[in-house]
T-cell receptor, first 110, second 117 residues
Framework: GQNIDQPTEMTATEGAIVQINCTYQTSGFNGLFWYQQHAGEAPTFLSYNVLDGLEEKGRFSSFLSRSKGYSYLLLKELQMKDSASYLCAVRVRGNTPLVFGKGTRLSVIA | DVKVTQSSRYLVKRTGEKVFLECVQDMDHENMFWYRQDPGLGLRLIYFSYDVKMKEKGDIPEGYSVSREKKERFSLILESASTNQTSMYLC????????????????FGPGTRLLVL
């Protein structure tokens, strides 16, 4: 089976930096995605990694190490609107559905 | 912008009723997916489709069926709704993978929150 692990909940302070980790054990690997989901809404795409290294996109960055089966999402200069669930998802092989982790609920406090 | 729409945001049905959840995408995507999302269980794949009239079972297809008669529309059917099918249902679509190596992310609809009484 496919297994994707991420912490269930995290809390961080407005203006700070937070790192959300994701580890995966899958039968193949063809890319890793991060999604943001606000309560009661649909997931929206944040980032994509297929090669090792860091991808930066404004306040958000995502890192991948394929040899370690590990990724993280880094959120800088946290804002209250960043309070949401963050979903890690892996594409195991080409043109197959994404396999999702259970999500990390991030609470940003003043 | 990609747009995925679902027929209802909220739905209340009775046990034993036949339920249709409709999903339409306007980006000519080949792939379409149905997930359900439950607290503590995350997103679980019910069915997906790579093309018109094609369907594949996901991780939890029991109690569900699907229909894809047109490329833009993917329907989820609960033949006889049960209380354990109370959930948030999310439809998604994506392009078929190309050799260009372009990322093919899945785009989600707003979700249908179904309550079965």
């Amino acid at each position: 089976g496919q297994n994707i692990d991420q912490p269930t909940e995290m809390t961080a302070t407005e203006g700070a930096i937070v790192q959300i980790n994701c580890t995966y054990q899958t039968s193949g690997f063809n890319g890793l995605f991060w999604y943001q989901q606000h309560a009661g809404e649909a997931p929206t795409f944040l980032s994509y990694n297929v090669l090792d290294g860091l991808e930066e996109k404004g306040r958000f960055s995502s890192f991948l190490s394929r040899s370690k089966g590990y990724s993280y999402l880094l959120l800088k200069e946290l804002q209250m609107k960043d309070s949401a669930s963050y979903l890690c998802a892996v594409r195991v092989r080409g043109n197959t559905p994404l396999v999702f982790g259970k999500g990390t609920r991030l609470s940003v406090i003043a | 912008d990609v747009k995925v729409t679902q027929s209802s945001r909220y739905l209340v049905k009775r046990t034993g009723e036949k339920v249709f959840l409709e999903c339409v995408q306007d980006m000519d995507h080949e792939n379409m997916f149905w997930y359900r999302q439950d607290p503590g269980l995350g997103l679980r794949l019910i069915y997906f489709s790579y093309d018109v009239k094609m369907k594949e079972k996901g991780d939890i297809p029991e109690g569900y069926s699907v229909s894809r008669e047109k490329k833009e529309r993917f329907s989820l059917i609960l033949e006889s709704a049960s209380t354990n099918q109370t959930s948030m249902y999310l439809c998604a679509s994506s392009e078929r993978r190309s050799d260009r190596g372009v990322q093919e992310t899945q785009y989600f609809g707003p979700g249908t929150r179904l309550l079965v009484l």
